[in-house]
């Protein structure tokens, strides 16, 4: 048996911050999980992504999270972790609270100059998932102000000069047209999706197809064992990760994943997703640990 799975070379599109011939490495989505999941992977294997979250409503908030990224940061000692951020424009669960079209007005400008200023300051470039799984429906994005709010966006930080890769992030369970939100290629540097269900874990998925032709690499942008949990070892294995880890091997476009380290029930919303925590099985952990052992990952060493 050889010591690594077989995977496909990777595509190559020059895209920015994209790795040549790797897949990056990346885990969260909170100070804590991340912490958890590098004691379980070790040193060597440590995520070279640190996800995160922040929104544009209220500029306090905004200039919080940046604080917490600073010292989360700073905690980690780690010049060259790369934050991958999901930046919202709306309320979690509450699609009427929707305001991408502010946005794109001019209404918010305060704290997308908070998010400039923060992401100019870390000194490292940084992934921008701008209204993650724009298509849900738990969101409320509508198609022409959310291509009008990405394209403000990208502009305000670009006339500041940030360094940074935007992800245009789907979800398997929202609007299945999602070239309707399509900013254009001009726009977006990496194309990303969200993998949650095992009936999401198609390598065959005709999104890859998809994001080849407009050659952008694919970010996995959250994935967690939605259901199934790592509490049950083997039979964990073989429902989620074994086919989870199927797809980035069989699809080349495939340069970054993002695993989250969380038990669910700890957020009403989400109870009944499970324990996905890598830690809590022997059997997942080492496993897992042997699979992003192969050289085809980017961590952050």
């Not at 010591?3 to 897949?23: C, D, V």
């Not at 490495?25 to 004691?39: E, S, V």
């Not at 929104?55 to 940061?73: H, I, K, M, V």
Request: with cysteine; net charge negative; charged share 25%.
């Amino acid at each position: 048996m050889p010591l690594f799975a077989s995977y496909q070379e990777r595509q190559n599109y020059g895209q920015n911050l994209e790795p040549e011939n790797r897949i990056l490495h990346g885990a969260g989505q909170d100070a804590q999980g991340f912490d958890a999941y590098c004691r379980l992977v070790g040193a060597p294997l440590h995520p070279a992504l640190y996800m995160t979250y922040t929104g544009l409503r209220n500029p306090e908030s905004t200039a919080q999270w940046a604080d917490r990224l600073r010292q989360n940061l700073l905690e980690e000692a780690r010049p060259y972790l790369l934050p991958q951020i999901g930046l919202g424009m709306t309320r979690d669960g509450s699609p009427e609270e929707h305001y991408e079209h502010r946005v794109a007005e001019g209404y918010h400008d305060e704290a997308l100059e908070i998010l400039a200023k923060t992401l100019k300051g870390i000194g490292s470039p940084a992934f921008l998932r701008i209204g993650y799984e724009f298509n849900g429906h738990w969101n409320g994005y509508q198609p022409e102000s959310f291509i009008a709010a990405w394209k403000y966006v990208v502009a305000f930080l670009k006339a500041r000069k940030v360094d940074f890769a935007s992800v245009w992030c789907w979800a398997k369970e929202g609007d299945p047209d999602f070239m309707k939100f399509y900013p254009g290629d001009e726009f977006v540097d990496w194309w990303g999706i969200d993998l949650f269900s095992t009936s999401h874990l198609d390598p065959k998925d005709p999104f890859y197809d998809e994001a080849h032709k407009h050659r952008k690499p694919v970010m996995i942008g959250e994935s967690t064992a939605r259901f199934v949990g790592t509490l049950e070892g083997q039979k964990s294995w073989d429902q989620w990760f074994r086919p989870y880890f199927e797809v980035l091997q069989r699809q080349p476009g495939i340069k970054a994943f993002c695993y989250i380290n969380w038990k669910w029930d700890r957020f009403p919303q989400w109870h009944d997703w499970g324990d996905c925590r890598l830690q809590m099985n022997p059997v997942v952990a080492e496993q897992y640990r042997r699979e992003i052992s192969n050289p085809i990952y980017q961590h952050v060493s």
